[in-house]
């Protein structure tokens, strides 16, 4: 995805983006 170093915006932003919630 794009936010490997932050685990809080990185998993926030990721899941919206991709549809899922993910812990990554």
Known sequence: MGG???SEEGW???SQ???MAAPY
């Open 4 to 6: 490997a170093h932050s």
């Open 12 to 14: 926030t932003l990721g």
């Open 17 to 19: 983006r991709a549809g």
